[in-house]
């Protein structure tokens, strides 16, 4: 097969591989070649990338991923030794030689497409998987703060939270939910699981994709036979965050367009504040200033709001502002916290500082 076809199924099907350096069951950071299907597992989340071969068997994976990638031939080809349980892996003039596991000692079987809710889904998405992902750092599924929040009603929202809970993204799916408007279910899934499916996306699109949810997992499912699944933290073990995000979006009655002239002095602050220094923003009679002291000197700016605003005297993290700035319209600032939205798809909170 060519080395760049064998290559992108290896890269979509590593994000699932356990991590190098963890001392856990071998198999969980393997490939496993069934002869139609590359499947990888971690006992996280799990990735099904079609893939024929004649070779049938696990194979360490990080080992043969880093192989292939250093090679330069054009085509490789996957020899199973038999009478050494080994699998030779040949690509131009080197070879890998990888000590095999049958395929019936593989811990992992794809469910066939069934759930509580089953919904196709389109490119907004991937959209609110992408955006929402962006603040989320991935600690597996060892902390509910490492995933997004699925909270699924009549509609499906997506939630996620920065690091220290100083950032929050919310991104609202229409129809996505449930048929009938009093089930409520929510489940958080590993940042992992969504960041996976973005590139399969990316390399299939989205027509004929089929997302489900059953019990504590999630998969989705793809036109060309692509899957991904993810395990799941039922709302029963993590706080209610949703309502405490809606009450924090109550506070906020009425937006105002984010101005050319805010986006460009929110992005000199961000440019000059390298060691996190915060800016001090003061809206006063509808003009807006803001102060960023850093080390060796300070940087002011001035914007006259077109829109009326009440007063506020706050501290901002501009780098943490200036981070989905580019994908919002509108904006509001309150004594608590920064607000951005597009229309009513998709909002980003930051946490504001008193001075």
């Known amino acids: 097969m060519k080395r760049e076809d064998f290559l992108k199924c290896l890269t979509l099907a590593a994000p699932a591989l356990a991590p190098e350096d963890e001392k856990i069951v071998a198999v969980f950071s393997s490939f496993c070649f069934d002869g139609e299907n590359l499947t990888t597992h971690n006992d996280i989340i799990a990735a099904n990338i079609p893939l ?10 990080h080992l043969l991923y880093r192989f292939i990638k ?4 054009v085509e490789v080809d996957l020899i199973w030794e038999k009478e050494n349980e080994e699998l030779i892996v040949k690509c131009g003039a080197a070879k890998l030689r990888l000590p095999v596991i049958g395929i019936k000692e593989y811990p992992f079987e ?6 509580d809710l089953i919904r196709e889904v389109n490119e907004y998405f991937f959209e609110g998987l992408e955006l929402c992902s962006k603040i989320v750092v991935d600690k597996g599924l060892t902390s509910w703060m490492g995933g997004i929040l699925f ?25 996505l939910g449930f048929k009938d408007e009093v089930k409520k279910k929510q489940i ?12 399969m996306y990316r390399k299939v699109g989205c027509e004929g994709a089929k997302f489900c949810v059953h019990n504590n997992y999630a998969m989705l499912y793809f036109s060309d036979n692509s899957a991904i699944f993810g395990k799941a933290i039922v709302a029963e073990h993590q706080p209610d965050t949703v309502e405490k995000v809606r009450s924090c979006l109550k506070e906020v009655k009425e937006m105002i367009p984010i101005q050319s002239t805010f986006r460009n002095a929110l992005a000199r602050a961000s440019a000059v504040a390298v060691n996190g220094e915060l800016c001090a923003i003061t809206i006063v009679g509808g003009k807006l200033h803001m102060r960023t002291e850093v080390s060796g000197g300070s940087l002011r700016d001035f914007v006259a709001l077109k829109s009326q605003h009440q007063d506020v005297d706050v501290l901002v993290d501009p780098k943490l502002l200036i981070r989905m700035l580019d994908r919002c319209t509108d904006m509001r600032i309150t004594d608590n916290m920064t607000m951005f939205q597009d229309g009513k798809k998709f909002t980003y909170i930051t946490a504001n500082k008193q001075k």
Not at 70 to 73: A, H, Q, V
Not at 151 to 172: E, H, M, N
């Open 52 to 61: 024929e071969t004649v070779f049938r068997g696990v194979v360490q994976g």
């Open 70 to 73: 250093s090679c330069s031939g």
């Open 110 to 115: 794809f469910p066939r497409l069934h759930g």
């Open 151 to 175: 909270a699924f009603t009549k509609d499906l929202q997506l939630y996620s939270f920065g690091p220290s809970r100083d950032a929050i993204c919310v991104y609202r799916l229409m129809g």
């Open 188 to 199: 958080t899934l590993p940042v992992s699981f969504c960041k996976t499916a973005l590139e």
